[in-house]
């Protein structure tokens, strides 16, 4: 099989590219802002050759932030998870999450769909399409039972997994990522890609370390309104890599995710969060401050 993975980053998701007699696949292309990098490594790989076909494990906006300008250089057949086709097709930035989460995404269009349960070719090798909820409802996993690889998207990394984002909207979460770990188990992996970091093999110890993580914040929504809260920060703080600590209230408060999570679950206001916020990055060492300045800091 010839798979190679683009390691990424936190900002952009990982990319895997594969080459096969059904001909060559990405699946998933980062985060808007990195688009010209995505295609810059992906023209690298294939020289003169086309990219043949793009899949996205989810339309999360580090996920498919690159489809746009990907199916503009390539023409690439595109496939989506299927239960967000319609959002897709009428381009609805709400219910596809863009506008809630304060992120951006250029427009893309899609040729086909995946259903959990479908089989697929990649790299000259068959991978069955599964359903992974959680943190994102409609999200897929992709696994070859051939060499047992998985690509897990953000269901599951080396130390945790996404934010569960459904809880925040007061939709179930909990229990739908608790399902999917179960689904890993039973699929019984070799080797994992993850969505962010770098791909590894001590399954069992990612799933320990993924149950431990869920039961923490399961145990108390408010945990996972927290976690959410300063994951959209260090987003913002990545791709702008500076944010005048001034605006940082203004800029909750226009993030509708956030700002539910204010509201319903954390009982506050953006006022109030924002310089909670900024500690909390400022304690685990992944900003800084200067000159009323926060500061990316990896």
């Known amino acids: 099989m ?63 932030g690159g489809n746009a300008l990907l199916q503009a250089h390539y023409g690439c057949n ?5 239960s967000d086709a319609a959002k897709v097709r009428a381009w609805d930035e709400d219910a596809l999450s863009f506008r809630a989460t304060g992120q951006q995404c250029d427009r893309f269009t899609f040729d086909a769909v995946l259903h959990p349960g479908d089989a697929i070719n990649l790299g000259g090798m068959p991978w069955q399409v599964c359903a992974a909820p959680g943190h994102d409802n409609h999200a897929l996993l992709l696994f070859g039972p051939g060499d047992g690889t998985l690509i897990a998207g953000d269901a599951l990394w080396e130390n945790g997994f996404g934010v569960i ?17 179960d689904l890993i188990v039973q699929l019984a992996p070799q080797r994992v890609i993850p969505g962010h970091g770098a791909p590894f093999t001590d399954v069992a110890g990612a799933l320990a370390r993924a149950r431990s993580r869920l039961a923490y914040l399961s145990a108390d929504p408010l945990r996972n309104a927290e976690n959410a809260v300063k994951v959209m920060l260090k987003f913002l703080l990545l791709e702008r890599q500076r944010i005048s600590l001034d605006t940082i209230p203004a800029l909750f408060g226009a993030i509708p995710v956030v700002n539910d999570a204010c509201v319903r679950l954390l009982r506050t206001n953006t006022a109030d969060l924002a310089p909670w916020a900024v500690a909390s990055l400022l304690r685990a060492g992944v900003a800084r401050s200067a000159d009323g300045w926060l500061i990316n800091a990896d």
């Open 165 to 181: 984002f459904p809880e925040l909207a007061g939709e179930p979460g909990f229990e739908e990522q608790a399902a999917t770990l």
């Open 78 to 82: 595109t496939a989506i998870p299927a």
């Open 2 to 64: 010839a798979m190679t993975v683009f390691e990424r980053g936190w900002l952009s998701s990982n990319n895997i590219l594969f080459d096969g007699p059904e001909g060559t696949a990405l699946v998933d292309s980062g985060y808007l802002t990195h688009a010209p990098q995505t295609l810059a490594l992906v023209r690298h790989a294939l020289q003169d050759r086309r990219l043949d076909h793009l899949l996205n494990t989810h339309l999360h906006s580090d996920h498919c």
